[in-house]
């Protein structure tokens, strides 16, 4: 009988420790919400981020935050180069000019320019060409009436790679400048 008692100690113990982790969902947004967001090949979004676009747009005109609009030139954040340039090309200059007349309009916004090279070079030679590429897009900013204390530079050459295949397609998405605000 003792043996049938010590043998019920662990059963309770388990059930008191199941019912302890259990939660009840509270109805008032207690729990979170998971969304996914889906991206294409080369890791890029519809830009929302997983957000709604209709309740932020009314008539047609957007009425959120600027930087979170998916059809702003704004929701572009990724700068391409060719190998071993760092001149901007022509295709982006509309997408600075609108990252330049955001931060002039909002003195308060920071945006980090983080610059990415290729595995193609010496570790050296592509953080310096990471920096390069950045400083080109800030110079771009700068001449559009952007303040200095606004621009943030790093390089990042080739250490944080967005794509990681060893071919030409991967290469040139890891050659790029990315705006962080």
Known sequence: MK????LWIPI?????????CS???????????VTEQSTGAD?????????????????????????????SLLATRVIYFDFDQSTVRSEYLDVIQAHADYLAANPQAVVRLEGHADEKGTREYNLGLGENRANSV????LAQGVSDNQLVVVSYGEERPAAFEHNE???ALNRRVELIY
Do not use: F
């Open 3 to 6: 043996k049938v008692q010590i």
């Open 12 to 20: 309770l113990l388990s059930l008191l420790l199941v019912a302890g």
């Open 23 to 33: 939660s009840t969902p509270t109805g008032e947004g207690g729990g979170a919400e």
């Open 43 to 71: 890791g890029s979004g519809d830009g929302s981020g997983g957000a709604s676009t209709s309740a932020a747009s009314q008539g047609g005109e957007w009425q959120g935050d600027p930087l979170e609009n998916p059809n």
């Open 138 to 141: 800030r110079s771009l900013m």
């Open 169 to 171: 397609e991967s290469w």
